[in-house]
């Protein structure tokens, strides 16, 4: 099978990724993104035959911090008297690879815990009294079953040498692996020969960079993973395809820009210049740039390639609770937190945690030894039991319904709001509709997670007359402000062509109904409310300055859509969220 049908599909581009990762683990990773199915437990069966005989251990992403790195074994302690410690995870996990299911919920706490053991292959234990450093040379597979906006820790994905998305393949197109267990232990044994030279270095920070990859690590990875390939050749100097099939496997999936088009190649009367490869072929180092790009742009997602061609950046994935909006810390419900210290009027006692903290103190607070098995509790050692809840997110359109509003575009916002209700069972949001046209503004929706209720206001959304630009902003700031006070996160996304004609209290006139909508929109902006401004301004229109001013006054992301849709306007929302 040659380079190019090694990853023709995107199964066989996530099969070729999982076995470089079996190949050479530790230190490195792989991220599928990938909800529970059968493309996934193929690849993890895979996974599983090509790292034998290393130990392959799943470890959920809640995981206690004391059960992830260790700490003072509390009943052994007590059995003996003298502190006696408990490894965790990671230090158990030494050699082999540890699976993180629901990686997208997982805390940036245990993200960090994780990339430092990737980074220095050892675990540091400093707490309960204890001052201990083991091993924990460690592969990683990230497991990543979250929505469009849920996602693994940025930190921890980029420790991540391979990123693989298994969303769109079925059953139909699981394959065999590409290369047979037999071919990865001869590959293995081959590995250390290999060498690297100073052009396939050179080659790939050139093409990391065209791609607006600012890892430092990325070129590292696909390094790695050129020598890999060549050894899985019989090869024992890294080739030209190597990089290329590297390239697309490591750089392609992490590119935050559309690459600028190769440079055409010169015309065969034109004269060469004299640079002659390793192979003794005459090629420029440009040009292999150019052909290792390619290579990486065929192996870009086809909507982070269609939405970098637009000029849309790609939003950053962080971590979450797989729910949009902040976080609350509670004593009573959510997800567990790490105990901390604190008065049990505040909350319920954390029993292991506060015998953890009190048993080191035993020595000094019971010299006599009356019971070795005793421990002395005193209020500060009290750990609490503490919780993680989602406060929920509320988005707040605001429509221009005024007559300078194409009815095709209210249409458009109409369902794109629909769009994004069908999503609130799922994510617990809200959304809010506040329309403003002729003197005034009105809360249309107010937030509501019922799409019936929301269907009826839509319907009955009338348009035309002036445009108050600033009673719409107005209006959103106070409700924002409301939402706010009921502990969920606001988003306000302005709708409007920008042309304000009314002011304040139907002032008339566009400099004046302009400045109160300047006005309106820092006073959004003072308050710290995330927000959004889309331009609906028709295609014809050349003037994009009055809804790009509202966005920096605001101090929010601006978008211009000469041709709204709803599914990208649903996207759009998706994105700004905070």
């Known amino acids: ?36 199915g059968p493309a996934r437990d193929a690849l993890i069966e895979q996974l ?6 290393r130990q392959f251990i799943r470890m959920p992403a809640e995981i206690a911090d004391d059960r992830l790195i260790g700490g003072l074994d509390v009943a052994a302690t007590l059995r003996a008297g003298k502190p006696i410690a408990e490894t965790g995870v990671l230090a158990n996990s030494d050699g082999g690879v540890i699976a993180v299911a ?88 081959l590995l250390p020969r290999v060498a690297v030279g100073a052009s396939a270095i050179s080659v790939l920070v050139a093409i990391a960079a065209e791609l607006g990859v600012a890892s430092l690590r990325a070129p590292l990875f696909a390094l790695r993973a050129a020598r890999a390939i060549a050894a899985f050749r019989g ?10 099939l590297a390239a ?20 065969d009367d034109a004269p060469a210049e004299p640079n002659e490869s390793r192979d003794g072929e005459d090629q420029t180092p440009r040009e292999l740039e150019d052909r290792v790009l390619e290579a990486a742009r065929a192996a870009i997602p086809p909507g982070l390639l269609a939405s970098l061609a637009a000029g849309l950046a790609p939003r950053a994935r962080t971590g979450g609770d797989g729910k949009s ?13 790490e105990a901390r210290p604190g008065s049990l009027a505040k909350g319920r006692l954390a029993l292991v945690a506060t015998l953890r903290a009190a048993a080191p103190w035993r020595a000094l607070r019971d010299p006599q030894r009356c019971d070795p098995r005793r421990v002395i509790v005193r ?23 005024s007559g300078s509003l194409a009815m095709n575009r209210l249409a458009e916002v109409k369902g794109a709001i629909e769009l994004l209700l069908a999503d609130c069972y799922v994510r617990r949001d809200h959304v809010a509709l506040i329309s403003f046209r002729g003197r005034g503004s009105e809360i249309a929706l107010p937030p509501t997670r019922s799409t019936a209720r929301a269907r009826r206001a839509l319907t009955g959304l009338p348009g035309g007359g002036g445009t108050p630009i600033a009673a719409g902003l107005d209006a959103a700031l106070g409700l924002a402000d409301v939402v706010r006070r009921k502990g969920q996160t606001p988003l306000i996304v302005l709708m409007s062509d920008g042309r304000a004609n009314m002011g304040r209290g139907g002032a008339t006139g566009r400099p004046q109904a302009m400045s109160d909508a300047l006005d309106a929109a820092r006073r959004i902006r003072a308050a710290r409310f995330a927000s959004l401004a889309i331009d609906t301004a028709p295609p014809s229109a050349r003037d994009d300055a009055p809804t790009r001013a509202l966005a920096v006054a605001m101090g929010g992301a601006y978008l211009k859509l000469p041709l709204v849709d709803a599914s990208q306007l649903n996207a759009a929302v998706r994105g700004a969220r905070p």
């Open 248 to 267: 697309a496997l490591v750089l392609g999936p992490r590119a935050t820009r559309a690459p600028a088009n190769a440079e055409p190649p010169p015309p």
């Open 379 to 401: 209020p500060e050692d009290f750990r609490i039991v503490r919780y993680r809840r989602p406060r929920g997110a509320t988005t707040i359109f605001v429509v221009d319904a």
């Open 1 to 36: 099978m040659s380079e190019d049908e090694a990853i023709a599909t995107p199964w066989r581009r996530a099969s070729l990724a999982a076995t470089l990762f079996a190949f050479d683990p530790l230190g490195s990773g792989l991220l599928v993104r990938a909800s529970v």
């Open 48 to 53: 599983a035959a090509e790292l034998a005989p």
């Open 102 to 189: 629901m990686a997208e919920r997982m805390r940036e706490s245990v993200a960090a815990r994780l990339g430092v053991a990737l980074d220095r292959s050892e675990v540091a234990v400093q707490r309960d009294g204890l001052s201990l450093i083991w091993p924990a040379r460690i592969g990683l597979v990230a497991l990543d079953e979250g929505l469009e906006d849920e996602a693994a820790p940025a930190a921890l994905a980029e420790r991540l040498a391979f990123w693989v998305d298994l969303d769109a393949v079925s059953h139909r197109d699981i394959e065999p692996p590409v290369f047979a267990l037999d071919e990865l232990r001869r590959a293995r044994a």
């Open 235 to 244: 090869a024992i100097e890294i080739e030209d395809e190597d990089i290329k």
């Open 325 to 337: 909006g902040d976080e609350a810390v509670s004593s009573t419900r959510g997800r567990p937190l």
